[in-house]
């Protein structure tokens, strides 16, 4: 079992059922047209952490059973948070080789 699998094994141990989790390898994702204008300026490594995160982030929100479109950008607003529609509450993270995101459409049970 790899590390990904590892972890969202943990994780989804440790959340409520209708919590959307993804754990994603750094690498794996893809930047969408607009994402990737939004990071032209970044370093590749930085472009990387936030094309997985995005990834990682569809792929919760889909869990979680809220339909976003596959080709709908998720930009960072002026915080760094993702803009993402009103109705979900969602948490992400990476660190070393990893991006796990968590989706919810309750309100308040994510940070």
């Keep these: ?29 893809r930047l969408l047209a607009e994402e990737a204008q939004a990071l032209a300026r970044a370093v590749p490594r930085r472009q990387a952490e936030f094309a997985t995160g995005r990834l990682a982030l569809r792929r919760a929100i889909s869990e979680a059973g809220f339909d976003l479109p596959e080709d709908r950008p998720i930009l960072p607003r002026s915080d760094r948070r993702p803009d993402l529609p009103d109705g979900l509450a969602v948490s992400l993270a990476h660190a070393g080789d990893l991006c796990i995101a968590l989706a919810s459409t309750r309100p308040g049970l994510l940070l």
Excluded: F, Q, T
């Design 1 to 29: 079992m790899s590390a990904a699998e590892r972890l969202l094994h943990a994780a989804r141990a440790l959340l409520p059922a209708d919590v959307g989790c993804a754990v994603v390898p750094i690498g794996e994702g």
